[in-house]
């Protein structure tokens, strides 16, 4: 394929993958010559159930230049520290999974080997002690990290939850005043280029062709463009994760929000519960070949914090990805691109990272076979290392139902069963190119579910590394307890 220079973009589909290109297209093409196309159709409607983020989720808002508060305030967003694991390791335990690492590095070696090393000896303190990030949310309370800080431990990150209907719709009015066209209308029928096999005019149910040069597709799981029209095929990893089910429903909120998202393990699968300012979203994601839709309907309903105040919403999905998210002049972004499931919040994520993959390897505005292999061999990784950290919950799981025992006993991927190898010897965590999860991440997954290194290397002076630790505690549990509530720090923001 020659290079193609672009100068018509078309974003087929207006869910969040659809906004979110077209407000980050909006913002990055200020000034540029190219324009800017979205079709939807309000009749087909859209998922909206993706409300809980990662902290890269604060990038795409400061690219946007919009200020956090209105953007919480328009989005009826909460803050998010990470996510309470429980049942998973046993039915009645639980674990934090924050967006923070542990401690500050000690003997010139990550804090988490130290750590590991004290407690063979005998020290007694949890790892969760050291992270500010856990505590703070462990006594639902919010502060902003500080980088400036001397104290490492002020180093954390955080995220948010919104409601997905209110977010596309906030970036719906950014970008139309930004010069985004939107055509409203049912898609019938792709054209492609007889020569190039190139899509070249996107056909609406009332006639209306839509043509440009690059087409974004963004109709979901529906793939209308990368898949029904270019034939891109899709690699199905439900043998790693085989939930194919999810039961969606709000509920009213009684009570404060938690600065974080809960995962808690059940029967068949896991239920989310996401709190925002005025209610919360929940859901039950399940393998239908364990537990049938109306079970686990029944099960969902007997476990809400809070009155439902829709009926629950059946989405059925398989977990993989697509072989090439960029095909010619097509790139697929949300969930046409893949899907995993939503236990560790990654798909607005993946959307965000593909749409920097779209701006940034179509260099000088134009399509590039050479920059399209290359935005493809990314991406696959991206999603590869992010299925590794989902599966891991499920390999390490200590339940005894039928579900949870096949997957602990399925073999994992070979690039996952090295990590674990690795940690298991010498308390390292192994990261490879294009990780979304980095260290502290993996750590507090070894750490939540018990697994032990068996040998995390020779403290130099055990005493004083104890007395450095116990130090360090303190410092954690005084950061925390200064700290606002999450309700009090939210009003603060009004
Ligand atoms: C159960 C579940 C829970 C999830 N939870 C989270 C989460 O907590 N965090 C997270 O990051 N992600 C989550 N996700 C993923 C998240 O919901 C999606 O990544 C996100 O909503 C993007 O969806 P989308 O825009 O790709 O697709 P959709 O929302 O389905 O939008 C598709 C768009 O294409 C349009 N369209 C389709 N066909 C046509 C046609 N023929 N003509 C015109 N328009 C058409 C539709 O009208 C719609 O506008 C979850 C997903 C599921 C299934």
């Excluded at 049942?87 to 500050?104: D, K, L, M, N, T």
């Excluded at 990780?435 to 032990?452: A, D, P």
Aim: charged fraction near 20%; proline fraction near 4%; hydrophobic fraction near 40%.
């Amino acid at each position: 394929m020659q290079a193609t220079p672009v100068s018509h973009i078309v974003i087929a589909g207006g869910g969040t993958a659809g906004w979110m290109t077209a407000a980050y297209l909006a913002r990055w093409l200020d000034g540029v010559d190219i324009c800017v196309t979205l079709v939807e159709s309000e009749l087909i409607g859209t998922v909206g159930v993706g409300e809980a983020t990662v902290p890269g989720i604060r990038q795409f808002i400061k690219h946007l230049e919009v200020k956090e508060s209105e953007f919480i305030k328009a989005t009826n967003a909460t803050f998010k520290l990470g996510i309470h694991f429980e049942g998973w390791a046993a039915p009645e335990q639980s674990f934090f999974h924050p967006f923070a690492g542990y401690g500050v590095d000690l003997e010139d070696r990550p804090f988490y080997k130290s750590w590991w090393s004290a407690k063979a000896q005998g020290y007694r303190a949890e790892l969760d002690e050291f992270c500010l990030c856990t505590q703070l949310a462990k006594a639902g309370k919010f502060a902003q990290p500080s980088f400036d800080s001397a104290s490492r431990l002020a180093w954390y990150n955080y995220a948010y939850h919104f409601d997905a209907s209110l977010f596309a719709k906030y970036l719906r009015g950014y970008a139309e005043q930004r010069q985004v066209k939107r055509v409203e209308g049912k898609i019938s029928q792709v054209h492609l280029n007889p020569d190039s096999g190139c899509i070249q005019s996107l056909e609406l149910e009332s006639g209306v062709c839509v043509e440009g040069d690059l087409f974004v597709d963004c109709s979901g799981f529906n793939a209308l463009l990368i898949e029904k029209a270019l034939g891109v095929a899709y690699e199905d990893w439900s043998h790693w994760l085989p939930c194919d089910s999810a039961l969606a429903v709000q509920t009213r909120s009684n009570i404060a929000p938690d600065p974080f998202t809960r995962s808690i393990a059940r029967s068949a699968g896991w239920q989310w519960h996401i709190p925002l300012q005025h209610r919360a979203g929940n859901g039950y994601v399940y393998s239908s070949q364990h537990i049938t839709h109306d079970q686990a309907r029944h099960e969902l309903l007997s476990n809400l914090r809070g009155e439902p105040v829709t009926d629950p919403r059946l989405i059925r999905f398989t977990t993989g990805i697509r072989t090439e998210f960029w095909h010619k002049n097509c790139v697929a972004i949300g969930l046409s691109s893949g899907f995993l499931e939503p236990l560790e919040s990654t798909s607005i994520s993946l959307i965000q990272t593909g749409i920097n993959k779209l701006a940034g390897f179509l260099v000088n505005f134009e399509i590039q076979a050479k920059h399209v292999a290359e935005a493809n061999r990314l991406n696959r990784l991206e999603y590869e290392r992010i299925r590794d950290f989902i599966i891991l919950h499920y390999a390490l799981n200590g339940r005894s139902e039928p579900l949870w025992q096949q997957v602990r006993a399925m073999p994992i991927p070979a690039t996952l069963a090295e990590k674990v190898e690795i940690f298991t010897a010498t308390g390292d965590i192994h990261l490879l190119e294009q990780e979304s999860f980095v260290e502290g991440s993996w750590v507090s997954m070894f750490y939540g579910f018990g697994l032990n290194p068996r040998d995390a290397g020779a403290v130099q002076d055990a005493q004083k590394l104890q007395l450095l630790m116990d130090k360090m505690r303190s410092a954690v549990y005084q950061g925390a307890q200064y700290a606002l509530s999450h309700q009090e720090f939210l009003k603060t923001l009004s």
